[in-house]
């Protein structure tokens, strides 16, 4: 069993930049592909970016590529999603999970924190 919990989450002006930390424990963190999805209210959880477990090969959602940076510090078990150029859009409970796949879809994602929110103001 993998154990996720993101942190990082708050309120940020439009433009504006933050930094989302999603720990890992219970499991052997470099086996995992480590993925951020988001989810606003009504609407369906979305893909934002996800990393791969060894080597740093990364995929964006279209909508982040070019303002967001996914990174990983396999000795601190922990994923990085560095956001900037933040639009209020984008408002919404960040989600970090697990797969041993290196994918965007969210049913290959075995393991799932409990989110944390980011409230981009205009």
């Known amino acids: 069993q993998v154990q996720l919990v993101e942190s990082g989450g708050g309120l940020v002006q439009a433009g504006g930049s933050l930094t989302l930390s999603c720990a890992a424990s219970g499991g052997t963190f470099t086996d995992y592909a480590i993925g951020w999805f988001r989810q606003a209210p009504g609407k369906e959880r979305e893909f934002v970016a996800t990393?791969?477990?060894?080597?740093?090969?990364?995929m964006y959602a279209d909508s982040v590529e070019g303002r967001f940076t996914i990174s990983r510090d396999n000795a601190k078990n922990t994923v990085y999603l560095q956001m900037g150029s933040l639009k209020p859009e984008e408002s919404a409970v960040y989600y970090c999970a697990a797969s041993r796949l290196w994918t965007t879809g969210q049913a290959q994602y075995d393991y799932w924190g409990q989110g944390t929110q980011v409230t981009v103001s205009s």
């Open positions: 990393i791969a477990s060894w080597v740093s090969n990364v």
